[in-house]
DNA sequence: TGTAATCCCATTGACGCCCATAGGTGCCCA
DNA sequence: TGGGCACCTATGGGCGTCAATGGGATTACA
């Protein structure tokens, strides 16, 4: 199981091009293949990244039949259609697709941050704008509850 | 055990061929059999497209005698008896039979779909349509959760 | 003998591979 | 303990290869 850690800001070159931060490489070479696999998250204007036995796990999810009634099913239905798998070639970078870009609104520079099991991939002023907020929820809700983190 | 990701929209030519997409061929060539098996999906107006070893798990789940009174051995059933054998020609196509392609509603172009062990050919649009609904089901779920994906 | 399926060849455009450079960091040795 | 060197990471660009597509020719089947 990977464990991606941190926060990297790469540049993304003019064939669309980004390296993938070295320690997250590493953390993806556990498996057996050589790549990511990346999708548009559903809910925020980024890229998630994760490794293939993380697809393998949604794979087992769906089934023949269901799907549209199961919520559950229809959202890893959605994830196997949506995502792609791309290799690294010889330098660590991946070819980051247009529309993907599109949905994160990346241009220059691209902020990979880890989130464990899984990471994302975010334009860097739209990532600060979303941290600032998830700062102001935390901090509220630790006043509330007096706990000391 | 094939895993089939992304979705892919190639061209159906004059001649009613479709190159299957190449991240498909290499998940089906892990199997003995240079092809791909195809049936109509009884819910969907969609071609599912799985392995050889796919059906040999359904072949195992229906029984001499039974089949009707159990649902699950009936879809099974009818499953094997739509399905057909394709074989790619050395380009990596295949000829989509007319009853399939009017199934799907498949004119000028198909669309690959990745579901983990199956995929499935859709018409463009008609897929469109279908993901729109998946999505607006998906997210009402998820917001109520709170979960971020 | 006509219709349809398969094979073969050609084109093009995207993608992956190779090379080269620079900057920074950690390591080794004096 | 300080300096120098080597490696690794990140980046840029040119080129070859393969995937996708089109069309013609040959073979198989009815």
Redesign the interface.
């Given at each position: 199981m990977p464990l991606f850690l941190s926060t990297f800001v790469n540049k993304v070159d003019r064939k669309g091009r980004v390296s993938v931060p070295a320690s997250f490489r590493a953390a993806l070479a556990n498996g057996e293949w050589p790549g990511v696999?990346l999708y548009r998250?559903?809910?925020?204007p980024a890229i998630?990244g994760a490794d293939?036995a993380y697809?393998?796990r949604?794979?087992?999810e769906?089934d023949?039949?269901a799907s549209?009634s199961d919520?559950r099913q229809?959202?890893?239905?959605?994830?196997?259609?949506?995502?792609?798998?791309l290799a690294f070639d010889p330098e660590g970078r991946i070819l980051l697709p247009a529309d993907l870009l599109a949905h994160a609104g990346i241009d220059e520079h691209a902020a990979f941050v880890g989130r464990g099991k899984t990471f994302q991939i975010w334009q860097p002023a739209a990532l600060e704008a979303f941290n600032a907020k998830a700062q102001a929820l935390v901090q509220k809700n630790l006043a509330q509850n007096g706990g000391l983190a």
């Open positions: 696999v998250s559903p809910l925020l998630v293939l697809m393998e949604h794979s087992a769906v023949e039949v549209l919520p229809a959202l890893s239905a959605s994830i196997l259609a949506d995502s792609r798998q």
